[in-house]
């Protein structure tokens, strides 16, 4: 199924991670050093053209959207707008389907250190998640 997915526009990586990276003001290169000296690449893949990213065991799943107009709503209600951009992807394997809610974690990008601890709260009714998505853009 097509879903639209917000990445960091420098990086290619979630939104997670491009809060982080906004707010350390890290270049990719120390992002990508930064979660390997952490034993954290698991938790934030690259969303590059061709790519299959695969959900973290046990989560909830990679967050996307059915329709790209709400992927824009999330961009703006989170204040992404500068840092992030749109991409297309192929879901493999949807987990949840937009039509009630369900947990996700909050502002996990402020603190990647800390995400096999996270806390979650109940999502906006649509987001979806998969267990897997193919990168089309």
């Given at each position: 199924?097509?879903?639209?997915?917000?990445?960091?526009?420098?990086?290619?990586?979630?939104?997670?991670?491009?809060?982080?990276?906004?707010?350390?003001?890290?270049?990719?290169?120390?992002?990508?050093?930064?979660?390997?000296?952490?034993?954290?690449?698991?938790?934030?893949?690259?969303?590059?053209?061709?790519?299959?990213a695969e959900a973290v065991k046990d989560?909830?799943?990679?967050?996307?959207?059915?329709?790209?107009?709400?992927?824009y709503d999330f961009m703006e209600r989170?204040?992404?707008?500068?840092?992030?951009?749109?991409?297309?992807?192929?879901?493999?394997?949807?987990?949840?389907?937009?039509?009630?809610?369900?947990?996700?974690?909050?502002?996990?990008?402020?603190?990647?250190?800390?995400?096999?601890?996270?806390?979650f709260y109940e999502a906006r009714v649509?987001?979806?998640?998969?267990?897997?998505?193919?990168?089309?853009?």
């Amino acid at each position: 199924m097509i879903a639209y997915k917000v990445v960091d526009k420098r990086t290619r990586y979630g939104t997670n991670a491009a809060i982080f990276i906004d707010s350390t003001k890290f270049s990719k290169y120390e992002f990508e050093r930064f979660i390997k000296e952490n034993d954290l690449v698991e938790y934030y893949p690259s969303y590059e053209k061709g790519n299959i990213a695969e959900a973290v065991k046990d989560s909830h799943g990679i967050m996307c959207f059915h329709d790209i107009n709400d992927a824009y709503d999330f961009m703006e209600r989170e204040n992404l707008e500068d840092i992030c951009e749109i991409i297309k992807v192929e879901g493999i394997n949807l987990i949840h389907d937009g039509k009630r809610s369900y947990r996700i974690a909050p502002s996990v990008g402020m603190f990647p250190n800390n995400v096999k601890d996270i806390k979650f709260y109940e999502a906006r009714v649509y987001y979806i998640t998969y267990e897997k998505v193919k990168v089309l853009e």
